[in-house]
């Protein structure tokens, strides 16, 4: 495997359910990134992880829950999520973080019923 | 704070055609400006990027963009489009001292045969 890959790619769950999203980089990178992309809003960023240590949290309600083990892998735990959290999850990873490219991976379509 | 206005939310041109995606940015410093694709069911792939130096960036798939610092603007351009470059085109900056890239909305380009 190379680049960035994400699992599940599909995902459909109940409100009360909790599953996780999975996020793996083969690049070396140390800086990860999870964003929200919704239909007519902008891509959100939601977290960044830096060598593992969270850096930032962009307001993101507690029913997401992100986890950061080592700097090749990156989850996002959900549980009692709302319809409107229904969007494309997108995993990032660069090489430091500022200012240097992402890599994206394909994403992960969450449908919250 | 940053923020990058895409003012066109759909384009669309003829196959052969020439095309010029718009981005304009807000920072008060030269920020770090990108331009990323993504196709359908698919992540972000960065096609190009400026940090400093020549205004004129060439990218992948053979698009350029032009840096203009009096107009704030980043401006994504390909002499002739092939069916192909069907996606969706999103522009984005991070701030000199900050990790936080932020997207503008993207702009959907369709293509006609």
């Known amino acids: 495997e190379t680049g960035v890959t994400q699992t599940p790619r599909h995902l459909v769950m109940g409100m009360t359910n909790k599953k996780s999203l999975k996020c793996e980089q083969h690049l070396g990178h140390n800086a990860m990134y999870w964003y929200k992309q919704s239909a007519k809003k902008p891509l959100e960023l939601m977290f960044v992880y830096n060598f593992k240590e969270q850096t930032e949290n962009n307001s993101v309600p507690s029913r997401f829950s992100p986890e950061c083990p080592n700097s090749s892998h990156l989850f996002l735990h959900l549980h009692t999520l709302q319809p409107e959290d229904s969007a494309l999850y997108l995993c990032?990873?660069?090489?430091?973080?500022?200012?240097?490219?992402?890599?994206f991976g394909p994403g992960t379509r969450l449908t919250v019923l | 704070a940053q923020s990058v206005t895409q003012p066109d939310i759909h384009i669309t041109v003829s196959e052969g055609a020439s095309l010029e995606l718009r981005c304009n940015y807000s920072y008060g410093a030269t920020p770090y400006l990108f331009w990323y694709v993504q196709s359908p069911g698919q992540g972000l792939q960065l096609l190009l990027k400026?940090?400093?130096?020549?205004?004129l960036v060439q990218g992948i798939k053979g698009f350029e963009a032009e840096f203009k610092r009096s107009q704030s603007s980043f401006n994504l351009r390909k002499p002739s489009v092939h069916w192909s470059d069907a996606a969706e085109y999103f522009c984005a900056v991070v701030g000199d001292r900050d990790d936080k890239i932020i997207f503008g909305k993207g702009t959907r380009l369709h293509i006609l045969p």
């Open positions: 400026y940090f400093s130096g020549d205004t």
């Open positions: 990032a990873s660069s090489l430091g973080s500022a200012g240097n490219e992402q890599f």
